[in-house]
């Protein structure tokens, strides 16, 4: 029994982190929120743009379903509880290389475009988060461009690469 509790004290403090846990510094609970802020700053999410965004984070993160509900739920309260972007997007650079970056605003259009229409609340939201990201207006507005190709086309861009 002493053992069991060294083991589970060990686990505590040791700071190893199992795929389907995330603490509020994981860079993964940062990028679903911003997510799930752009699926429902519009004032709903729509059955689309639920499924993509379970679809992208689980594939992204190389999840299973369990733990990919649990992190939607983990960043649905994070997003909840955060008074601005910053919170998130100042874990995101410093985790995310450029091109990191850039899959995660491309992803945000995604989202955007699961509905068919981007609102300007969805733009405005992305335009900052790019700002904040050191995402360029010129790179913003090619992930704009060709996530909106895509959509019209029926296709996903981004599905096979990752953050």
């Given at each position: ?31 679903a929120a911003l ?44 997003e909840h509880e955060?008074v601005d972007l ?78």
């Amino acid at each position: 029994m002493f053992d069991a509790f060294k083991s589970f004290v060990a686990d505590l403090t040791s700071g190893d982190k199992h795929p389907g846990e995330f603490d509020e510094d994981d860079y993964r609970l940062a990028a679903a929120a911003l997510l799930i802020h752009a699926a429902a700053i519009d004032g709903n999410i729509s059955a689309a743009g639920r499924d993509l965004l379970h679809a992208m984070l689980k594939q992204r993160f190389n999840l299973d379903d369990e733990a990919t509900e649990k992190l939607v739920e983990a960043a649905t309260a994070a997003e909840h509880e955060a008074v601005d972007l910053y919170h998130f997007t100042r874990k995101l650079d410093r985790s995310l290389d450029e091109e990191g970056r850039l899959r995660l605003i491309e992803m945000m259009w995604q989202i955007a475009f699961a509905d068919g229409r981007v609102t300007e609340f969805e733009d405005n939201l992305i335009w900052r988060a790019a700002d904040l990201l050191g995402v360029s207006s010129h790179e913003r507005l090619a992930l704009r461009q060709r996530v909106a190709s895509a959509s019209k086309l029926g296709a996903n861009p981004g599905a096979k690469s990752g953050i």
